[in-house]
Every structure is written in structure tokens, then in C-alpha cells.
């Protein structure tokens, strides 16, 4: 059972401004260059929509997500079936079949592309397509140089980017406020799938570390049996926090299995997580990115470019506490915590 709370952060979007006259203009010549059989035709024409996820199919929150994004979809008047249809590829969650999955939808044509995190917008940035795409789940685009900047990306990405770096020093906040106890915490992440190898998190988690008389840690994984190691190594006066990515993701149960295991405190970073039992969540609210990256694939569908369209920081983040996980630890959750939460599993 769980209580939810309405109790969201909000950052600032980016914005593009655009000059009343130059926008007259651009629709003027847009009218008069643009045959009205061409428009006919193209109102008709059932438009293809490419979808690559970096969860499995059989992921209930891949499933979820979809769901949100298709039922944005509707609500702005594109109905599967009827006047767009939908292309999903699964499971990107290493380099190569991201790679691979990238090609096959390229290979279709699609009018627009929806990338799900770094590691599958990494994939199309590296087969120069000219096709639109908006990515959702993704850390630095800047640093990746799948735009030039926030409000003006230049190239034909765009998107919703899901965290800032100072991520991993909050992360040490909360764990330091539910387990005091904690002298030495990890940073357990893929190098391989975590924007610069894991750089981007470590300088605000060294800073926080200081502060809060923490000893940080960096547990890099590349494989299954690399993750009880790095997570054993913490079994005193340890805790660990967990980078969301795709190859964290995937083997969420076994990282979870494995910090109960060792009685971790374990700050994770989305909510689907704290439903499988870590201790704490904080995250952006993801099934909220792929309804607004709807959004972003109606104005596309209706002629807007990329460019146009500024890249936007997340509104929403979720705090989720695993009250039944705090138990089995011996956790005692201050009520200010709680107090703060957006959900308490119980």
C-alpha cells in the first residue's frame, strides 16, 4: 500500500523567442510555397512514428510509459490505427543493439523518432540522419553535442532532458537525512551508458560527500558479476546510490536483491525502483517526459522543426520512501522526511 502526495519541483523551461513579424512571415511564405494538393495529400497520409526504448518490452514501466505517451498522443488528435502509426523498438540497453535497432527504424522512414535515453539518442547522432528526433531521458544533449544549446538545439534534436549534475550531491543529502550512520557511500553506475563515464554526477557528489563527512566512492559496473563486489565492499556504515541508466535499469531486482542482502541504505533514482523495495527514490517523473515528448512529435507531424523547438528541463520530480524497506533495516524515517514525501510505500 502507498500514500501518494502532490508535492513536485519545478524547474525553469527553456525558451525560444520568436518575433511576431518573422512568425507572419514564415506562415505567409509557408501558405504560398506549399500546394494545397501537397497539403491534401499529407493530411491523408498515415504518419509513421518510431519509438527505441532502453527498457525491455516486458518492463511494466517501458509499458507504462508508452501508455502515457500514446495517450498524449490522442488527446492532440493522432490515433493509432487511423491517422499514425507507431514503430516501438525494446531493450536498448548496450551500445551495440541500440545501434543496430537504430538502423532497422531508420530503414523505415519515419516522419519523427522518439530516442529513449543517451545510449539510443547516441545511436542516431552517430548515423547522421536528417529525420526529427525528440529524445526524452537524457542527461547532457549539450555535452553529447546532440544540440548546440537549450534554447536554440541547431540540428534536428530536441527534447527532455531528465536531471541536472547536482543529482548526485542531492542524492547524498537524502541518504545522510534517513541513515546518519553512513561514513562511506557509492556511486554504482555502467561507464559505458552514463553520460561522461560518470563524471557528470561525480563533481556535486564529491562536493556533497565534503560536506556531509561522507568517504565517496565510484563502483563502476560493466556486467552482472561485477555488481555484488562493488555493493559488498560497503557492508559497514556503508550505503549506496544508484545512477539511473540503462544498464542499472535492467538489473535493478539484482542490485536491490543484493543491498538487502547486505543491509545497504540505498538511494535510488526513480520510483519504479522504490516499488521494488530500494529504501528512497528521487526522480523525475518519466511517464510526465513522454506525455510532453508527445507534445514536441504533434508540432513536428505539423511542421515545426527541431530547431525550433528549445530543449526543456524536467517540471516533475518524485520522492518515494519504502517504509517496509526502512523497517527491515532498522530505519527509523524522521517525520520531516516523510512530511516531505511525494509517496510512502507502507
Not at 132 to 156: C, K, L, M, Q, T
Not at 199 to 210: E, I, K, L, Q, V
Not at 221 to 237: C, G, S
Not at 253 to 263: D, G, K, M, T
Request: charged share 20%; aromatic share 8%; with cysteine.
Amino acid at each position: 500500500m502507498s500514500r501518494r502526495r502532490k508535492n513536485f519541483t519545478s524547474l525553469r523551461r527553456g525558451n525560444v523567442e520568436i518575433g511576431r513579424r518573422e512568425v507572419i512571415a514564415a506562415l505567409g511564405a509557408a501558405a504560398i510555397s506549399w500546394p494545397v494538393v501537397a497539403r491534401g495529400q499529407e493530411s491523408d497520409r498515415i504518419r509513421l512514428v518510431a519509438v527505441e526504448m532502453a527498457l525491455a518490452e516486458g518492463d511494466s514501466n517501458g509499458q507504462r510509459l508508452a501508455a502515457a505517451f500514446e495517450q498524449s498522443l490522442r488527446q492532440l488528435g493522432w490515433v493509432p490505427g487511423q491517422n499514425v502509426r507507431i514503430e516501438y523498438r525494446w531493450n536498448a540497453t548496450n551500445a551495440e543493439r541500440a545501434q543496430t535497432q537504430a538502423a532497422e527504424l531508420l530503414k523505415l522512414n519515419p516522419d519523427v523518432i522518439v530516442a529513449h535515453a543517451t545510449i539510443v539518442t547516441r545511436a542516431f547522432f552517430q548515423s547522421s540522419t536528417k529525420i526529427p528526433i525528440v529524445f526524452v531521458n537524457v542527461s547532457d544533449p549539450i555535452g553529447e553535442h546532440f544540440v548546440e544549446s537549450f534554447a536554440r538545439p541547431g540540428r534536428n534534436f530536441t527534447g527532455f532532458t531528465n536531471i541536472e549534475p547536482s543529482i548526485g550531491g542531492k542524492y547524498l543529502e537524502f541518504l545522510k537525512k534517513i541513515a546518519p550512520n553512513v561514513t562511506r557511500a557509492a556511486m554504482i553506475f555502467n561507464p559505458n551508458s552514463t553520460p561522461g563515464g560518470g563524471s557528470y554526477f561525480s563533481g556535486s557528489f564529491d562536493s556533497a560527500a565534503a560536506i556531509l563527512s561522507i568517504r565517496p566512492i565510484k563502483a563502476p559496473v560493466q556486467n552482472v558479476a561485477d555488481i555484488e563486489p562493488a555493493i559488498a565492499a560497503l557492508a559497514a556504515n556503508g550505503g549506496l546510490v544508484v545512477i539511473g541508466e540503462p544498464f542499472t535499469n535492467l538489473h535493478r531486482a539484482e542490485i536491490l536483491r543484493l543491498s538487502a542482502q547486505y543491509r545497504l541504505p540505498t538511494i535510488c533514482p526513480y520510483r519504479l525502483y522504490a516499488q521494488d523495495g530500494c529504501l528512497m527514490s528521487y526522480g523525475v517523473d518519466f511517464a510526465d517526459q513522454f506525455a510532453r515528448a508527445a507534445t514536441y512529435v504533434d508540432r513536428i507531424l505539423k511542421g515545426a522543426t527541431p530547431q525550433s523547438l528549445p530543449v526543456q528541463s524536467p517540471v516533475k520530480f518524485e520522492l518515494v520512501i519504502n517504509l517496509k524497506t526502512a523497517k527491515a533495516l532498522g530505519i527509523t524515517v524522521p517525520p520531516t522526511l516523510l512530511a516531505t514525501a511525494d509517496e510512502v510505500i507502507e
